[in-house]
Structure formats: structure tokens, C-alpha cells
């Protein structure tokens, strides 16, 4: 696959057209497994990961989902390609930086992705726009089907799917919803909202998984554990708690407009005026201030500014997006000018007023 081509599309999950796309950004599954008859990852030698690689990337193949997949080597990446899959929510960070031979295979549309050689043998995951928590189930669940078909993969009959890390040992799922939150981290709910989901085993997250920082007010909200669950409860569990995170959030940002819609306007055309303007910008204040942009053209606050054309901002102006789309390394001083005029030139092309009160 040509990097260089994804650098000039959208992902599907970041087009904005899944249900409840206002506040959720993306529904993914992710399942780990692992072959029978090679040791885990972290205790296989060089030449048997090779060996993983190659046999996983020769039986995939023969499923019927392997003539929709595209392979990248990312063992024979250089950083900022790695970086760009990371950023794309095709990898993993701990795939990017691992070592030895590991590969991603990804279809057309960056719906599923396989990642082999991570932490497990194989990581299987799918990726929708909106809260579709029920249709990324439905297709990872017969991608996992197909592969287990040509692939022996390790089960035990009273643990269920063996994996490297024991939180993920039975289903080896992992279910996970990107929210954007920003009212409620205005109104100072954010934490208590938080603590609830800690309570019943619910685990938050920054923009790219576990260790990752929240950066513009958004969020993944996971299972923690998978053991002594199925599937489908663990898909139910997160798709329960969901709606009423929507619910509260809708209620916050109703209550912005309601009770200091002169201050929250304020927030959104000050942040609107930093990005058509600023001759030099960081990639996390520009996620802050994108994240703000993002609730004004919700609230009807920003017209004629199309919801999808922010969220491909949010990633274009990660780091490795922004060395792609110059076709050169850039330093921390160059990528922040190079950001700058990047978004002065999109929001000259795609207009956009902020509305009066």
C-alpha cells in the first residue's frame, strides 16, 4: 500500500456519518489472538517472529477477507510513516516502536485492521463513524470467523483465548468509543463523570489508547477486563453507558448556550480566530482549539463549515500527517509553522463566519 495515498483520503471513521456523529466519533472492537503452536511475542526469538509474519500474512490471505487487505511492512517503516499509521488509528503506538518483523493490514476504506506482531500474534480490529457499536461487532465478528478458519489459533476450553496481557484472556476484546466532551469539561463535570465509569469497571483513555493523554476534550471509553464475560455482554456494557454520556454532554452544552452563551460564543470565535490567523501553532493547542471550533459549528455558533472537513483537521495536523503532506521532515519549530499555514489556508478556502448572538 502506498502511504502517500492515505495521506490524501479520509478514513471512514472520520467522515462524520454514523449515528449520534455530533458527539461520537468513532466505535471500535478490537480482538487479540494468538497462534497455537508459536510462543507469545514477547518470548519468540527474531526468526520465529519472522516465522509469525510470514505464516499469518500467507493464510490470511486465503480467507475471503484477505483479497480486500493491503499489507505495509512496518517493520521497514521509517518513524514518521509509523507515526502517520499511529495517527491514522491504524496502529497501535506500541506496534510503531516495537522491534522485529510486524506488519498492519488495512482495507480501502480503513474500516479493519490487522496487526500482526504487536503484543499478541494478531490484533484484529474494526473501526466505524458514529455509535455503531452493533455493526463494528457484527463485522469484526465474521473477520475473526474467517481467519479462524485458516488460522489455529490458541484457546484453552476453561480460559477462552489465550494473550499476552491476562486482563485480555477469555474474549481477548476490547470495546471502545471516542467521545468529544468538550461542554462537560467546561462545566467542570468532566471528573464525576469519570469516577462513575471507574465504578463499574470502565476504563478512559486520551485520542490514541491506553497511555495516551486527552488532548481537545477527547476520550475513549473502554472494558477493562474481558475474563468470565462474552462478547456480546462486553459490547452491551459500553453501548449501555454510552447514550447517557450523549445525554449529558447535549445537556452541557444546552446549559453553555442557555445560562453564558456570551462566554462560550466568546470561547468559539476567539479559537476560530487563532486558526484562520496564528503564524505559528502546537499540535496540542491546535487540538484545543479545534475541539472548540468543532462544538461552535454544532451549536450553530460556525457556518458554512462542514463537520468532517474538522475532524480530518484534527489528524492533518498531527506531526507525521503534516511531514507527509509537505513531503519533508520538518523539526518541532518547523512543524508548528508549517501547521499555522496550513490551517490559514484551509479555513481562507472553506470560509466559515461565526454567527452573531
Same mark, same amino acid.
Given at each position: ?89 491504524? +496502529? $497501535? ?6 522491534? @522485529?518483523?510486524? &506488519?498492519? !493490514?488495512?482495507?480501502?476504506?480503513? %474500516?479493519? #485492521? ?85 465504578? +463499574? $469497571? ?6 490514541? @489508547?491506553?497511555? &495516551?493523554? !486527552?488532548?481537545?476534550?477527547?476520550? %475513549?471509553? #473502554? ?135
Amino acid at each position: 500500500m502506498n502511504l502517500e495515498s492515505l495521506t490524501q483520503a479520509t478514513g471512514e471513521w472520520l467522515k462524520g456519518t454514523g449515528p449520534e456523529s455530533d458527539i461520537v466519533m468513532s466505535s471500535r472492537v478490537r480482538l487479540a489472538r494468538n497462534l497455537a503452536q508459536f510462543p507469545f511475542v514477547g518470548r519468540a526469538s527474531e526468526q520465529e517472529r519472522g516465522e509469525i509474519e510470514q505464516f499469518l500474512r500467507e493464510q490470511i490471505a486465503t480467507a475471503p477477507i484477505g483479497k480486500d487487505l493491503e499489507y505495509i511492512d512496518v517493520g521497514q517503516l521509517e518513524e514518521v510513516d509509523r507515526q502517520f499509521l499511529v495517527e491514522r488509528q491504524l +496502529i $497501535s503506538r506500541e506496534h510503531a516502536e516495537a522491534q @522485529g518483523a510486524r &506488519s498492519v !493490514a488495512i482495507d480501502r476504506v480503513e %474500516q479493519v #485492521s490487522l496487526m500482526i506482531n504487536e503484543e499478541d500474534h494478531l490484533r484484529i480490529q474494526c473501526m466505524h463513524s458514529g455509535l455503531d457499536l452493533a455493526g463494528v461487532w457484527e463485522q469484526i465478528r465474521v473477520v475473526d470467523e474467517q481467519i479462524g478458519k485458516v488460522v489455529p489459533y490458541a484457546f484453552h476450553d476453561r480460559w477462552g483465548y489465550l494473550t499476552a496481557c491476562p486482563t485480555n484472556v477469555g474474549t481477548g476484546i476490547r470495546v471502545s468509543v471516542m467521545l468529544h466532551l468538550p461542554a462537560l469539561v467546561i462545566t467542570r463535570q468532566i471528573d464525576k463523570v469519570f469516577r462513575s465509569l471507574h465504578k +463499574i $469497571s470502565l476504563a478512559v483513555r486520551g485520542l490514541y @489508547g491506553e497511555g &495516551s493523554q !486527552a488532548m481537545g476534550d477527547f476520550y %475513549q471509553i #473502554s472494558n477493562q477486563t474481558t475474563l468470565g464475560r462474552t462478547e456480546e455482554e462486553l459490547v452491551e456494557q459500553v453501548g449501555d453507558v454510552v447514550p447517557v454520556l450523549i445525554d449529558y454532554e447535549r445537556r452541557a452544552r444546552e446549559f453553555l448556550v442557555r445560562e453564558t452563551q456570551q462566554n462560550v460564543h466568546d470561547q468559539v470565535s476567539r479559537a476560530f480566530g487563532i486558526l484562520r490567523t496564528a503564524q505559528t501553532i502546537t499540535a496540542e493547542e491546535t487540538m484545543q482549539l479545534l475541539s472548540r471550533v468543532r462544538m461552535g459549528v454544532l451549536l450553530g455558533l460556525i457556518g458554512d463549515i462542514n463537520i468532517a472537513d474538522i475532524n480530518s483537521l484534527l489528524v492533518q495536523t498531527q506531526p507525521a500527517h503534516l511531514q507527509k503532506l509537505r513531503g519533508v521532515e520538518l523539526d518541532t519549530k518547523d512543524r508548528n509553522i508549517e501547521r499555522a499555514r496550513y490551517l490559514r489556508k484551509h479555513f481562507e478556502s472553506a470560509g466559515g463566519a461565526t454567527s452573531p448572538n
